[in-house]
């Protein structure tokens, strides 16, 4: 009774509207953050894949370019020719 009492008056209200003012910028930073906090792990994960990927592919590139036996060879200092 003593809260309705509060919200009759002109203090009361604005007491109650800062409140909820500040429960809505708290609720908007939490979200905020937590959605970042996902964009930003599945970027991790992106870029994690990608390199994988990347390191994949090169090392299929390096199989096919030392399966020709017609390729010249790389100098190699310790060939004794």
């Not at 007491?15 to 964009?39: D, H, I, P, S």
């Not at 894949?49 to 399966?67: F, K, P, V």
């Not at 020709?68 to 790389?74: H, K």
């Amino acid at each position: 009774m003593a809260l309705l009492g509060l919200l009759a008056t002109p203090l009361g209200r604005g007491a109650a509207l800062l409140l909820a003012a500040l429960g809505l910028a708290g609720g908007l930073y939490l979200k905020g953050r937590t959605e970042g906090r996902a964009a930003c792990i599945a970027q991790g994960e992106r870029d994690v894949l990608d390199t994988i990927e990347r390191a994949n592919s090169a090392r299929a590139d390096a199989d096919r370019r030392n399966a020709d036996d017609g390729r010249l060879r790389d100098d190699d200092p310790f060939r004794r020719d």
